[in-house]
Nanobody, 122 residues
Framework: QVQLVESGGGLVQAGGSLRLSCAASGRAFSDDAMGWFRQAPGKEREFVAA????????LFKDSVKGRFTISRDTTKNTGYLQMDSLKAEDTAVYYC???????????????WGSGTLVTVSS
């Protein structure tokens, strides 16, 4: 069983940056991927980005391409979501997830963190 803990959320002005972290414990990610999702008020949870732990290959939601970067530190079993040029519509609770990437699609397991709130003021 893997435990995921997000951190790094906060209040930022539009155009600013934040870096979210997701620390994983319980087991290594070696054959898995880490995904980031977000849920804005009144909306469904949506996929944002994912990274394959073994080779660092990545996937992104179209609307964040060029603004968000995903990375991982395998020695710390921690993933990161660097968010630049933030917009008001990026406001949401951000969750990390354990899953896998198959044929360019992310499939999440039922392992979620409790989330971290990102608020972007316009």
């Amino acid at each position: 069983q893997v435990q995921l803990v997000e951190s790094g959320g906060g209040l930022v002005q539009a155009g600013g940056s934040l870096r979210l972290s997701c620390a994983a414990s319980g087991r290594a990610f070696s054959d898995d991927a880490m995904g980031w999702f977000r849920q804005a008020p009144g909306k469904e949870r949506e996929f944002v980005a994912a990274i394959m732990w073994s080779d660092g290959s990545t996937l992104f939601k179209d609307s964040v391409k060029g603004r968000f970067t995903i990375s991982r530190d395998t020695t710390k079993n921690t993933g990161y979501l660097q968010m630049d040029s933030l917009k008001a519509e990026d406001t949401a609770v951000y969750y990390c997830n354990a899953g896998t990437i198959v044929a360019g699609t992310y499939y999440g397991y039922n392992h979620w963190g409790s989330g971290t709130l990102v608020t972007v003021s316009s």
